[in-house]
Nanobody, 128 residues
């Protein structure tokens, strides 16, 4: 069974940075597209960043482009999300997700419904 566990969420000041991690167990990342979603208080879950094999096939929503970086370390079966220049709108619970045999290049930008495995989330709070 595929399981994902996020970590790294914290309280940070505006303009600060965080690095979120998602450890994937039960499978290899080689054949998986991964994504980071977030749920802000009072809002619906939204995808922020996606990456599919091969590395370099990535997509970011406009609000995080240039500030967030998604990456993976296949040797550790871990997905990362580097958050920089954070603002209050970035506050929320961040979830990592994975789906097998999905390719952004051919299948387009994924939606939440495309992902089959989810973590339980890690909370990011941006406040002065």
């Amino acid at each position: 069974q595929v399981q994902l566990v996020e970590s790294g969420g914290a309280l940070v000041q505006p303009g600060g940075s965080l690095r979120l991690s998602c450890i994937v167990s039960g499978t290899t990342l080689d054949d998986y597209t991964v994504g980071w979603f977030r749920r802000a208080p009072g809002k619906e879950r939204e995808g922020s960043s996606y990456a599919s094999p091969p590395d370099g096939s990535v997509y970011y929503i406009d609000s995080v482009k240039g500030r967030f970086t998604i990456s993976r370390d296949p040797s550790k079966n871990t997905v990362f999300l580097q958050l920089t220049n954070l603002n209050a709108a970035d506050t929320g619970v961040y979830f990592c997700a994975a789906v097998r045999d999905y390719y952004i290049e051919f299948d387009g930008v994924p939606t939440a419904d495309d992902f089959t495995s989810w973590g339980q989330g890690t909370r990011v709070t941006v406040s002065a």
